[in-house]
T-cell receptor, first 115, second 115 residues
Framework: AQSVTQPDIHITVSEGASLELRCNYSYGATPYLFWYVQSPGQGLQLLLKYFSGDTLVQGIKGFEAEFKRSQSSFNLRKPSVHWSDAAEYFCAVGAMDTGRRALTFGSGTRLQVQP | GAGVSQSPRYKVAKRGQDVALRCDPISGHVSLFWYQQALGQGPEFLTYFQNEAQLDKSGLPSDRFFAERPEGSVSTLKIQRTQQEDSAVYLC?????????????FGSGTQLSVL
């Protein structure tokens, strides 16, 4: 069974500072990996995804993530955080080899941005 | 519509009541998912439809939960004899195709409170 761990429940950064949110997954084969963002009262929005090819993927809003198979990680990064980035971030894994459509989400990291 | 629409936005039920939650996916989207998000947690998969066919219901927590999508568009999640542990946000998501790495579009959810 696949699983996702987001070790940081809550992170606070200053506006303009760099950001890295950690995600570790457990899956027997090459996974599909996603980062979603959820603002209060809103649905989840896809930031980026990885399913093959280049291990560094670019997403919307200036975010990027790097797939590291040896570390079973898919950390999300942004070089300069904006106040509007304050939200909850979820990492998710999907099965590539079984065809099962369900995603497994982590428990999320809440990002707070200080002025 | 422009996005995934869920209704009602909030639902309060007395323990033992039946509830019905509605999801209007994006027009033409083949795949439809229901997820349950408990407070402070990530979404957990409940069930998946491909058009009108319910292909995966492995995440439904008990036989009190029932979902349908009779015409391959609107879906309803029904919970019978609600319990306090059913209190959560119920998220609906849709995607254009059946590909596992397809982007999911999420609704804003229905927040269910069982008293």
């Amino acid at each position: 069974a696949q699983s996702v761990t987001q070790p940081d429940i809550h992170i606070t950064v200053s506006e303009g500072a760099s950001l890295e949110l950690r995600c570790n997954y457990s899956y027997g084969a090459t996974p599909y990996l996603f980062w979603y963002v959820q603002s209060p009262g809103q649905g989840l929005q896809l930031l980026l995804k990885y399913f093959s090819g280049d291990t560094l993927v670019q997403g919307i809003k200036g975010f990027e993530a790097e797939f590291k198979r040896s570390q079973s990680s898919f950390n999300l990064r942004k070089p300069s955080v904006h106040w509007s980035d304050a939200a909850e971030y979820f990492c998710a894994v999907g099965a590539m080899d079984t065809g099962r459509r369900a995603l497994t989400f982590g428990s999320g990291t809440r990002l707070q941005v200080q002025p | 519509g422009a996005g995934v629409s869920q209704s009602p936005r909030y639902k309060v039920a007395k323990r033992g009541q039946d509830v019905a939650l509605r999801c209007d996916p994006i027009s033409g989207h083949v795949s439809l998912f229901w997820y349950q998000q408990a407070l402070g947690q990530g979404p957990e998969f409940l069930t998946y439809f491909q058009n009108e066919a319910q292909l995966d219901k492995s995440g439904l927590p008990s036989d009190r939960f029932f979902a349908e999508r009779p015409e391959g568009s609107v879906s309803t999640l029904k919970i019978q004899r609600t319990q306090q542990e059913d209190s959560a946000v119920y998220l609906c998501a849709s995607s254009l195709t059946t590909a596992t790495n397809e982007k999911l579009f999420f609704g804003s959810g229905t927040q269910l409170s069982v008293l």
